[in-house]
């Protein structure tokens, strides 16, 4: 699976949690067996539920006039994604996360997503 595909399946599974708060291993088993075989998917989807207090406390940080409760729960699991790329994933260049969010925002947000995505993880890189 490309890294583009196992953003998506990350997301959609990270949402998942969210909006269920379902237990890890429920949201892992709904993923078929090759998806919880690779390795860059799995590390996101485990990476951002252990490192959820400092991402979100990351993104509040950046937030004018939002609180991150009032974030829709798609850009809210998106800017959860990226900014665990961007703090614990040193290998991959911080414009390839910014616009990978990007992209899941125009797939799965409405029109305005691109631009709150693009805007809160800007500040969160400077």
């Known amino acids: 699976m490309n890294r583009h595909k196992a953003r998506e399946k990350a997301f959609q599974t990270l949402f998942q949690l969210d909006m269920n708060q379902d237990e890890i291993s429920l949201a892992m088993e709904a993923l078929k067996e090759e998806e919880r075989k690779d ?3 799995t590390m996101l989807i485990e990476g951002v539920i252990t490192y959820k207090e400092t991402i979100d406390s990351k993104i509040a940080g950046n937030l004018e006039n ?9 850009e809210r699991t998106i800017l959860r994604l990226a900014v665990y790329e961007l703090l614990y994933m040193e290998d991959i260049p911080p414009n390839v996360s910014i616009n990978e969010a990007i ?3 125009h797939t799965f947000g409405d ?3 691109g631009k709150f995505i693009n805007g809160v993880l800007s500040k969160v890189i400077s």
């Open 66 to 74: 939002w609180s991150l409760e009032r974030i829709a729960a798609v």
């Open 111 to 113: 029109e305005q997503s």
């Open 103 to 105: 992209e899941l925002a």
């Open 39 to 41: 390795v860059f998917l």
